[in-house]
């Protein structure tokens, strides 16, 4: 397999890659992995080539699969006006360079996977949300539709297209989990609001597997590519089946830091530090891994405590 991923180099594509290679190693199949990137000298693995956005402009190599996961952290700065921008054009101008990549192949990729994420669904409490359920506007939902609706034009092209909806992802390498990880270690460590927000989590182990999973299916089983493009794409909610609550998560993760987790952040104070973004912190969505179960995965670690003590 020949596989070009934006975004490589991050908390999630460097995980992904990395355990992609050593599969396809142990099992002796030819990989060929290519990480899309600003500055094509930038360090790397041996074993992943570099491509520029200018260089992919020009290229007439082909990839079996497009794993399109570029945009700057929702969570990293305050919502304002500018950081909304920021977060929208990091995700759609690598997007469309790679729907001009692909409009412009003789050989097209058998696979377009592109992120998203579960805020497409917009607040809605503790409403089982799976990938056929209805959104709500706000702005996570607005910056998750703009893009999945630019990737969904590489079915234009005759490519096939899955959506990834992913959720809040757990490792202590990154994400929510390392950032919470030194207050909670100080003792500091509390519930969010009530606590009674719903939150929705995945490994990030099982969502590289449960990436790796949904390449192969399609690989193997490809999309109807004679239909229209509306038959030409699915989506995945990368969520881990049982969501708990925030109060929940926090006294899970004091259990496994062998710390008190006594404090509690009431919304106003969370409102006033984080403004709109404080909705990532105290609203809920209860959102359900429907297809991916439908299609038979299985999850590595299906509950939090197995999550936070036994992935790598």
């Known amino acids: ?3 070009l991923i934006s975004g490589g180099s991050g908390f999630l594509g460097s995980a992904f890659s990395k355990a992609l290679i050593t599969r396809y190693q142990e099992q002796n199949k030819p990989l060929h992995t290519t990480w899309l990137t600003r500055d094509s000298s930038q360090a790397h693995p041996d074993a992943i080539a570099m491509l520029s956005y200018d260089e992919l402009e020009k290229t007439d190599k082909s990839f079996d699969v497009i794993l399109n996961l570029a945009g700057a952290g929702i969570a990293d700065e305050r919502w304002s006006d500018a950081q909304k ?15 001009k990549f692909i409009a412009r192949s003789s050989v097209k990729p058998k696979l377009l996977v592109s992120g998203s994420a ?3 669904y917009g607040v809605q409490g503790d409403t089982p949300l799976t990938e056929s359920s209805p959104a709500k506007d706000d702005f996570a939902h607005h910056l998750c539709e703009t893009w999945e609706q630019l990737a969904l034009q590489a079915t234009e092209s005759g490519v096939p297209v899955a959506i990834v909806r992913t959720g809040v992802v757990i490792h202590p390498d990154g994400g929510m989990l390392a950032k919470l990880l030194t207050p909670f270690k100080m003792g500091a460590g509390g519930q969010l609001g009530d606590g009674q927000q719903i939150m929705s989590w995945i490994s990030r182990d099982d969502w590289v597997e449960a990436v790796i999973f949904i390449i192969e299916q399609h690989l193997s089983k490809a999309i109807n590519t004679h239909n229209t493009p509306q038959d030409m794409h699915i989506i995945y909610n990368l969520t881990a089946p049982n969501p708990v609550t ?28 984080f403004g709109e973004m404080a ?34």
């Open 1 to 3: 397999m020949d596989i």
């Open 118 to 120: 579960i805020g497409w």
């Open 85 to 99: 921008e920021t977060l929208l054009a990091s995700r759609i101008k690598p997007t469309e360079s790679l729907l």
């Open 246 to 273: 925030n109060h929940t998560f926090t006294k899970a993760l004091g259990t496994w830091l062998h710390r008190p987790t006594f404090l509690t952040l009431p919304s106003a104070v969370l409102k006033i530090m």
């Open 279 to 312: 909705t990532l912190l105290i609203d809920g969505q209860k959102v359900l891994p429907q297809a991916l179960l439908d299609a038979g995965y299985k999850f590595k670690y299906p509950t939090l405590e197995q999550a936070l003590t036994q992935q790598s």
